[in-house]
């Protein structure tokens, strides 16, 4: 039995105490960057099947208390492109995402961009570019956004290497991203899958800076009159030997990432702890 099938074993045989999210139905091995609605009862995420060449998002819904078998959203690609990293607007009328589909006013752009779509009365809206001022022609990914439309996602900083930033929206369009400074952006290290809460009083993130569990790890800042405060490792049990990536937080829990390595492809899982960032203070 190859390292793919073990792991897809122990998966299917977690009980709930372990963290692993709906084994078999939302955890098969390949998925990530999980979202959840406010009223809990709509979920999305991202099926990679392990891999990178394809990535599309997926819906559940609960019915009856029971998540049901998730399909594709209208509004991802059919037509070879990758979406990734969908995040329900704390308001639930909306979802962001990021997406490398051509974009008719700049066919030479190849990396992700971030897009909107609305949500009301259960039925999606067409995918909305965000626009050239929020957008770039690197690439805009990970993407979280606060309670007054403020985005904060990844991309690359002056020293090469994935930088949190945010653009807020004025008079409804996107402002130029400002790139976070110190303490939560440190170079050389990469910094990446924000997550902010709805009120922008802290930020969760990923980093590889020293003195981690694992490949990369889970940190939280607070956002006070001086700025961000020192990010804080979240330790035991969110951060492991393994990557944890695209962190979400709704009802009093942690949804997460959860990553290794198999060869030339990932096994990745969503996990879920309860989780109070107050502790972290």
């Known amino acids: 039995m190859n390292i793919s099938a073990l792991l897809l074993a122990a998966a299917l045989s977690a009980s ?5 999210f709906e084994a078999g139905l939302v955890s098969d091995n390949g998925v990530f960057g999980f979202t959840i609605a406010p009223d809990g009862q709509h979920a ?4 990679s099947g392990g891999a990178r060449t394809k990535l599309v998002i997926v819906e559940s819904h609960k019915v009856d208390g ?5 399909k594709p959203v209208p509004f991802s690609a059919t037509d070879g492109s990758r979406d990734i990293d969908p995040a329900f607007a704390p308001d639930g009328k909306s979802v962001i995402f990021q997406s490398n589909r051509p974009v008719p ?6 990396g992700f961009d971030i897009y909107a779509v609305a949500l009301q009365d259960g039925r999606w809206g067409p995918p909305v570019h965000l626009g050239h001022d929020i957008n770039s022609d690197e690439s805009e990914s990970s993407g979280s956004i606060a309670a007054d439309g403020t985005i904060y996602f990844m991309k690359n900083g002056a020293e090469g290497k994935s930088d949190l930033w945010r653009s807020r929206r004025v008079d409804g369009k996107y402002t130029a991203p400002e790139r976070l400074g110190e303490p939560v952006n440190s170079a050389p290290w990469r910094e990446s899958n924000p997550f902010v809460a709805p009120d922008q009083s802290y930020l969760l993130y990923f980093s590889d800076a020293p003195g981690g569990a694992g490949d990369v790890d889970l940190y939280i800042s607070f956002s006070g009159k001086d700025g961000w405060s020192a990010p804080k490792n979240l330790g035991a049990p969110f951060n492991t030997a393994q990557a944890e990536f695209t962190p979400f937080v709704h009802g009093g829990r942690l949804y997460l990432a959860r990553q290794a ?7 990745e899982n969503i996990y879920a702890y309860p989780f109070d960032p107050q502790r972290y203070r």
């Open 261 to 267: 390595k198999d060869g030339e492809r990932f096994i």
């Open 44 to 47: 999305l995420w991202v099926q």
């Open 105 to 110: 006013d700049k066919p030479q752009r190849k």
């Open 66 to 70: 029971k998540w049901q078998a998730p």
């Open 16 to 20: 709930p105490s372990d963290g692993l």
